[in-house]
């Protein structure tokens, strides 16, 4: 029975990063523009991350998503679940939505405590998830 919900989400995820292409000219001006300062400010931060995206137009949908839900993600995360959880699983191409919810709620002060910007969420869950495989394939639990 959970599968609808994750297919609810992936549309709902889907239908908010393009709705903003789809409400006219001066809107999508500016949302391309937003990606694009996003894409690169972000650059930098993340070219050696984990996460890979399929273009550098879902990079930007994810860094855009994270700039306008920074709020309601970290409220999410601190539950340790949520829709806005489910969305960036679904972005980030994680395969457990729950268990990613679960995963952020356990490093809520690693990826909360002193971001100065929603982009460095990214980084830091690249950093520490890496971190985190690194140490299991080595032998270490975590």
């Known amino acids: 029975m959970r599968k609808p919900y994750i297919d609810l989400a992936r549309a709902a995820a889907i239908a908010l990063a393009t709705a903003g292409l789809l409400s006219g000219c001066s809107l999508i001006t500016s949302t391309t523009d937003a990606i694009a300062e996003s894409v690169h400010a972000t650059t930098d931060a993340t070219s050696s991350t984990s996460h890979s995206f399929d273009s550098d137009e879902a990079h930007a949908r994810t860094v855009q998503f994270v700039k306008s839900d920074i709020d309601a993600i970290r409220a999410d995360a601190?539950?340790?679940?949520?829709?806005?959880?489910?969305?960036?699983?679904?972005?980030?191409?994680?395969?457990?939505?729950?268990?990613?919810?679960?995963?952020?709620?356990?490093?809520?002060?690693?990826?909360?405590?002193?971001?100065?910007?929603?982009?460095?969420?990214?980084?830091?869950?690249?950093?520490?998830?890496?971190?985190?495989?690194?140490?299991?394939?080595?032998?270490?639990?975590?």
């Not at 995963?103 to 890496?130: A, C």
């Open 78 to 142: 601190a539950r340790g679940h949520g829709e806005e959880i489910s969305t960036l699983a679904y972005l980030l191409d994680e395969p457990d939505a729950a268990e990613f919810g679960r995963w952020m709620q356990r490093h809520y002060v690693e990826l909360f405590v002193g971001l100065k910007t929603p982009e460095q969420l990214l980084t830091r869950i690249d950093h520490i998830r890496h971190k985190m495989y690194t140490a299991s394939a080595n032998g270490v639990s975590r």
